[in-house]
């Protein structure tokens, strides 16, 4: 009974393991852990985006005009914000895989989903 578990929400467990020896995937495909590991290295990387945006903040508020700090603190948004170009542009391109390839990483449908009925679009009807 000496095993380890890796389980995320919902339940799923990903990762099992007997003290002491080396990783086992049971019955885990490296695509199912992958697809179980994206969201939350998105979500993590949000967080510590936000985190770096208010430490960015306080230092330039907290420097008493300091040119050393002011630059220290630009630098942390600087960085935020090129940081959060680069988690924009993968979630877009997983988006755009899942949907040219038509599987499904974030765990949302492929296409998009949701959408209320279908249909078109702009239909224009007149008054």
Do not use: C, R
């Not at 492929?110 to 239909?123: D, E, I, K």
């Amino acid at each position: 009974m000496n095993q380890l578990a890796l389980k995320f929400p919902g339940g799923k467990e990903i990762l099992e393991t007997d003290v002491g020896s080396t990783f086992v995937f049971p019955k885990k495909t490296p695509a199912d852990i992958i697809n179980a590991v994206i969201p939350i290295i998105f979500i993590l990387s949000g967080i510590l985006l936000l985190l770096m945006l208010v430490f960015g903040d306080f230092t330039i508020f907290l420097s008493a005009g300091n040119p050393e700090k002011i630059k220290k603190g630009t630098g942390m948004i600087t960085s935020a914000l090129i940081g959060f170009l680069i988690i924009f542009a993968a979630y877009w391109i997983i988006e755009l895989l899942e949907l040219t390839l038509g599987i499904n990483i974030l765990g949302t449908p492929p296409g998009g989903g949701g959408g209320g009925g279908g249909g078109g679009g702009g239909h224009l009807i007149p008054i």
